[in-house]
């Protein structure tokens, strides 16, 4: 309940190196995730995310 009520990891990372986007925005099911990447490693990783409720927090469980 705390991941729905206070999600994580949620936005966008500043100057990204990398960008990615995934499903359909039609259908309200879409996510797009940015990455800040450094020597070959993900140092930060932020989504958005349109979805039904029930849907959002489920990215954010990814620890910091």
């Known amino acids: 309940m705390d991941?729905?009520?206070n999600p994580r990891n949620v936005g966008d990372v500043p100057e990204p190196e990398a960008n990615g986007e995934a499903g359909e925005p039609n259908c309200g099911d879409a996510m797009r995730l940015s990455?800040?990447?450094k020597d070959?490693?993900?140092l930060d990783a932020r989504f958005r995310r349109l979805a039904a409720e029930r849907r959002l927090p489920v990215p954010a469980w990814?620890?910091?």
């Open 62 to 64: 990814r620890p910091s």
């Open 40 to 42: 070959g490693r993900i």
């Open 35 to 37: 990455l800040r990447i």
């Open 3 to 5: 991941h729905f009520l």
